[in-house]
């Protein structure tokens, strides 16, 4: 069974700093990588996801990550952060195998200061 | 607006009753899923349905229960209440096959008090 790790519960990070929220995964099989963003008082929405290819997936708002097989994580990231990009972030793996169940891991809250 | 549409937005409600939440999947969409979230144990996947029938199993209760309907929405019974139900409940729903990466979309969940 696929697991999700996300070894921050919360992120504080000034303006226009980077960041860099990580997630690692276990998995016996091949899988597919996701990241996931809650705005307050609102549902999850898809940031980018990694299904094969380049390791180096690019999303919405600015964001990328890098799957990195070896280490079994998949790690977001973002030069120059806003007030805006305060926020829950979620990881999420699908197996390839059985890609019905979408498993998410516990969020990491990053927080923008001004 | 994602597309999936979920009611109620909020419910209260007392120990011991019984509750049904609805969500209606973005059109095209054949899977829906049911999450809930809360703060001690985070999104835990709940159930899935494909296309009227049941396709994973997650963290479910037996006293909860769900089903999908030929017109493709949802509903997910909670019974016999307790209060660590309370909890904000998301729908998402996905159209599986294509590169066979399921990317959801959720809906703003139905959040339930249970006093």
């Known amino acids: 069974a696929q697991s999700v790790t996300q070894l921050d519960s919360q992120v504080p990070v000034f303006e226009e700093a980077p960041v860099e929220l990580r997630c690692n995964y276990s998995?016996?099989?091949?899988?597919?990588l996701f990241w996931y963003v809650q705005y307050p008082n609102q549902g999850l929405q898809l940031l980018l996801k990694?299904?094969?290819?380049?390791?180096l997936v690019k999303g919405i708002n600015g964001f990328e990550a890098e799957f990195n097989k070896s280490q079994t994580s998949f790690h977001l990231r973002k030069p120059s952060v806003h007030i805006s990009d305060t926020a829950e972030y979620f990881c999420?793996?699908?197996?390839?195998?059985?890609?019905?169940?979408?498993?998410f891991g516990p969020g990491t809250s990053l927080s923008v200061i001004p | 607006d994602s597309g999936v549409t979920q009611t109620p937005k909020h419910l209260i409600t007392a120990t011991g009753q019984r509750v049904t939440l609805r969500c209606s999947p973005r059109s095209g969409d054949l899977s829906v899923y049911w999450y809930q979230q809360s703060l001690d144990q985070g999104l835990q996947f709940l159930i899935q349905y494909y296309n009227g029938e049941e396709r994973a199993k997650g963290n479910i209760l037996e006293r909860f229960s769900a089903q999908q309907f030929p017109d493709l929405h949802s509903e997910l019974n909670l019974s016999s209440l307790e209060l660590g139900d309370s909890a904000l409940y998301f729908c998402?729903?996905?159209?599986?096959?294509?590169?066979?990466?399921?990317?959801?979309?959720f809906g703003a969940g139905s959040r339930l008090t249970v006093l």
């Open positions: 998402a729903s996905s159209v599986l096959g294509g590169s066979g990466a399921n990317v959801l979309t």
């Open positions: 998995s016996s099989v091949s899988v597919y």
């Open positions: 999420a793996v699908s197996d390839k195998t059985s890609y019905d169940k979408v498993i």
């Open positions: 990694y299904l094969s290819g380049s390791t």
